[in-house]
């Protein structure tokens, strides 16, 4: 992995905008239900059809999709999963910190893992292109057309929410959250349930943009640990910037401090091998 040392580059001049390569496979006719739709529907509140089976057989399209990601996503070497709003224009400052960001961490030898869509995603894949990294997309079916940014190289199609989601922290080493709506938040919590729950270790969580996270941080702070819903500890879980430099550093700092941890492990578990074998 690239060693060069993190430092303030100049932020490069916005790109033009650019539109989505749309995914024929998920293009859908008005009022065609996608597949999370469906295997998420109450049959009780419809007329049951015949074939009763579909829910079981529809087990293997999901393990078609967990065997595809991580087929594909195996042969990544370390990576960082960013997020953030689609609704992010190229002209935004959020956009540039986000493709700044990426840059960094490019540069430093990890890939960068977006939903693939517009925004901050198309940011981040620009950045992860331009540092020389690899460049991942993870595209989910939606009601309404998104598409892959043009800055993917390697794109994943997925119907299934739950097994998109499960390629973002399987393959990842941090999070970069940059501000967005409730698929942001969905992916920000449910990355400190992991955490908190022990599911995943050393594994840094960062908030960019300290004015708009602000007033979350503040009621986690005075209403949640306030009520003992969580303890002071969990807040520690979350790391607040507003500067690219900072929260590349953070992530390869852990990067390191987990690699040095990981060989020592090794190296003490080959001398026990070594003298239960004496």
């Not at 709506?181 to 449910?190: K, N, P, S, V």
């Amino acid at each position: 992995m690239s060693r060069s040392r993190i430092e303030g580059k100049t932020t490069p001049a916005a790109p033009p905008p650019q539109p989505p390569v749309p995914v024929a496979e998920f293009h859908k006719e008005p009022g065609q239900e996608t597949e999370d739709e469906r295997l998420l529907s109450r049959r009780e509140a419809r007329v049951v059809p015949s074939d009763t089976t579909t829910d079981a057989w529809r087990v293997f399209r999901i393990m078609g999709e967990f065997v595809e990601g991580f087929d594909t996503l195996a042969r990544l070497g370390p990576a960082v999963s960013i997020f953030g709003s689609a609704r992010v224009r190229p002209d935004d400052a959020q956009y540039f910190a986000a493709e700044q960001t990426a840059r960094l961490l490019a540069e430093e030898g990890f890939a960068v893992i977006t939903g693939g869509g517009p925004g901050i995603m198309e940011a981040a894949n620009k950045g992860a292109l331009d540092g020389g990294g690899d460049s991942v997309g993870c595209n989910i079916e939606l009601p309404f057309e998104q598409g892959m940014n043009v800055y993917v190289r390697t794109a994943i199609n997925f119907r299934y929410f739950f097994v998109r989601k499960t390629m973002f922290v399987k393959y990842a080493e941090a999070f970069v959250i940059f501000p967005g709506g409730f698929g942001t938040m969905d992916e920000l919590f449910e990355s400190l349930t992991l955490i908190q729950t022990g599911k995943v270790r050393d594994f840094p969580v960062i908030l960019f943009g300290s004015r708009y996270w602000s007033g979350l941080l503040d009621w986690l702070r005075e209403t949640m640990l306030a009520e003992g819903k969580i303890r002071p500890e969990d807040l520690d879980l979350l790391v607040v910037t507003d500067s690219p430099e900072q929260a590349a550093a953070t992530i390869v700092d852990c990067y390191r401090a987990n690699c040095a941890k990981a060989e020592r492990q090794s190296e003490g578990a080959r001398i026990t091998k070594g003298r239960a074998g004496a």
